[in-house]
């Protein structure tokens, strides 16, 4: 059965993940570089990568003298990343690791960025303790965490279809994706990180057509891939059909709000 509390997608999802939740990261992605003040040069560590929509961003900034790695669990989000990386900068070295168990060495980035990963961490202290061991004195942790559902119709539409046509499981994996900056604060200060900041962001987001984005989109997440193999693909579609239903029918642009956290260690 999937496991819908760690966002670990499996088959071919990690390519669907690559290409519907692009949109929805794009903008994030632009501040989370932002927030981490990279500079040609500088060494950066993409942590929960997945696919690497930040990785890429952050390569663009460090440019040729830098370097960029990306480490994440799952095998299948690395090897799309390899596969969308465009080699225009040098190589990002992308790793299998957990984020409690990074295999660099004390002191090795300037700046970690984390979009959307922190909340999945299932020992988030550890985690942050050890993204602190690889982070130099000095150096700048970056992360975006989305905020709370309610910030978001297309996000109260989904949580509406999961708890219609998903198993507790699959609520409960949406729930866990939320709401979540104070813990990551917290935790970065006992981690050994200082000077905490958070802000929300909100990007009014212009999705593509929407009766091809939904299914697709919730056939890319946990929560989405719960549905199809607890209930069958039958149910991702009559889910996808509840989610288009509470949406209106004259726009596919949506506010998304995320919480961007900063430290400095
Ligand atoms: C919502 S995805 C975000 C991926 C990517 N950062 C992005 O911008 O799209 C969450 C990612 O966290 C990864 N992940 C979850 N738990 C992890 C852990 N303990 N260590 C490393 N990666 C983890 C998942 O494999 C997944 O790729």
């Not at 669907?16 to 932002?34: I, K, N, S």
């Not at 929560?223 to 029918?249: C, F, N, V, Y």
Request: hydrophobic share 40%.
């Amino acid at each position: 059965m999937a496991d819908a509390t760690g966002f670990h997608l499996k088959g071919s999802a990690p390519e669907r993940y690559e290409h519907y939740v692009a949109p929805l990261m794009a903008p994030f992605v632009t501040a989370l570089v932002d927030a981490a003040d990279l500079y040609p040069g500088a060494t950066v560590l993409d942590l929960a990568c997945g696919t690497g929509f930040a990785a890429r961003a952050a390569a663009a900034q460090a440019g040729p003298t830098g370097r960029v790695a990306g480490v994440d669990l799952n095998e299948g989000m690395l090897k799309i990343a390899v596969a969308c990386h465009p080699r225009l900068y040098p190589d990002i070295e992308f790793t299998a690791a957990p984020a409690d168990d990074l295999p660099y060495p004390d002191a090795t980035f300037d700046a970690v960025l984390c979009q959307q990963g922190a909340q999945f961490f299932p020992d988030l202290t550890a985690a942050l303790r050890e993204t602190a061991r690889v982070t130099r004195p000095g150096g700048r942790f970056a992360a975006t965490v989305w905020s709370h559902p309610d910030d978001s119709p297309y996000f109260v539409a989904q949580r509406h279809a999961l708890e219609r046509h998903g198993a507790p499981e699959a609520v409960a994996g949406f729930r866990s994706a939320f709401d979540t900056a104070d813990r990551v604060i917290t935790d970065l200060g006992r981690a050994g990180f200082h000077s905490p900041t958070r802000h929300d962001l909100t990007f009014d987001i212009t999705l593509p057509p929407l009766e091809d984005y939904i299914p697709g989109h919730l056939s890319a997440i946990p929560w989405g891939q719960s549905i199809a193999e607890t209930e069958g693909e039958d149910a991702l579609t009559r889910a996808a059909d509840t989610i288009r239903a509470r949406l209106p029918t004259d726009t596919t642009t949506f506010p998304f709000t995320a919480t961007l956290v900063t430290a400095v260690r």
